[in-house]
């Protein structure tokens, strides 16, 4: 008999585009994975953290005014139990996301691979 896994349900704080359609469409693949929100801004990112409390959030640290920043620090100042991926496009914006705290930081450009594997590592947590 195998155990019943609880459905996930992922939050997405991207602007909307390339990047946004590839995350939704890859999350979509991963069984235990029922539900992805999707969001471009921080302060409605906020709202669904608070409302719908994901067990997952993928944030792209492009954001403007420091949106993806932000929810980081909300999700570590509360000890939230919430896996956090964060995006970023070189080694300083890794190293100060590294800061805030996030679960896992991948350079944007990642294999689809690495990303599946990243991700049910942090659901089996």
């Known amino acids: 008999i195998g155990t019943v896994m609880k459905p996930v349900l992922v939050l997405i704080l991207t602007k909307q585009g390339t990047l946004q359609n590839g995350l939704v469409a890859l999350l979509t693949t991963i069984p235990q994975i029922s539900t992805v929100l999707v969001t471009e801004d921080a302060d409605s990112g906020l709202r669904m953290l608070n409302d719908h409390c994901p067990r997952l959030i993928l944030l792209d640290m492009d954001l403007p005014e420091d ?59």
Do not use: P, W, Y
């Open 67 to 125: 949106g993806a920043h932000g929810l980081l620090r909300h999700i570590n100042c509360q000890s939230l139990h919430i896996g956090s991926i964060a995006l970023v496009d070189n080694a300083q914006q890794k190293q100060e996301t590294e800061t805030l705290g996030a679960t896992v930081v991948l350079f944007k450009g990642f294999q689809a691979a690495k990303m599946i594997s990243t991700i049910e590592q942090i659901l089996a947590e």
